[in-house]
């Protein structure tokens, strides 16, 4: 089965600073996609950025940007210039065989001003 | 385009009784998808669908039923709710295969 996992419960980052948070995986998968989600207090999942596998670029979406590693399944997430609005738990979750999500247990993220 | 619905927002219910979590998406995805969120965890899939007429079980699948009614709706069904069914539940879709999946905004329930 596939594992996640976001070795830090909790991170926290001033305002205007850039914070990094880690997940690593296990897939026996040769083909699949890997996505960071964002959980506000609202509660309401909300997908970040998303990485194909194959492809060797790193993904970036405005202020978001991952570091993917393929041979040692590593996928983190860099916030760049991080604002009050980042405050949230970030959900790091591959595609664990055709048509699942497989999700961390999250990394809860504090904006300080 | 609302995306992804979910009714209800909040319920309560006695252990014993049954319910049903309906959803419903407007983005014409084929896959539709239902997991649930306790706390300290992430999210886990209880069943999804890949295409109108097929559900399969997800991870925590015991003490569900699902039914996709048509591309735009499927629903989860509790027929006998226990405390330990106490849970976020999440509706999602997506286009399929292992593209991105979209949200609704989630069912609190609480059995007691």
Redo the contacts between chains.
């Keep these: 089965a596939q594992t ?1 996992t976001q070795s830090q419960p909790e991170m926290s980052v001033q305002e205007a600073e850039t914070v990094t948070l880690s997940c690593t995986y296990d897939t026996s998968e040769s ?3 890997l ?1 960071w ?1 964002k959980q506000p207090p ?6 970040v950025i ?1 990485q194909e596998a194959y492809k060797q670029q790193n993904a970036t979406e405005n202020r978001f940007s991952v570091n993917f590693q393929k041979a040692a399944k590593s996928f983190s997430l860099k916030i760049s210039d991080s604002q009050l609005g980042d405050a949230a738990m970030y ?1 790091c ?1 591959p ?1 664990g065989g ?4 497989v ?4 990394t809860r993220l504090l904006v300080s001003p | 385009n609302a995306g992804v619905t979910q009714t209800p927002k909040f319920q309560v219910l006695k252990t014993g009784q049954s319910m049903t979590l309906q959803c419903a998406q407007d983005m014409n995805h084929n896959s539709m998808y239902w997991y649930r969120q306790d706390p300290g965890m992430g999210l886990r899939l209880i069943y999804y669908s890949a295409s109108e007429g097929t559900t399969d079980k997800g991870e925590v699948p015991n003490g569900y039923n699902v039914s996709r009614l048509n591309k735009r709706e499927f629903s989860l069904r509790l027929e006998s709710a226990a405390p330990s069914q106490t849970s976020v539940y999440f509706c999602a879709s997506s286009l399929g295969g292992r593209r991105e999946q979209y949200f609704g905004p989630g069912t609190r329930l609480t059995v007691t």
């Design positions: 996640v083909d699949y996609y996505f989600y609202s509660r309401q999942m909300i997908l998303r959900f979750a595609s055709f048509q699942k999500l999700f961390g247990t999250g």
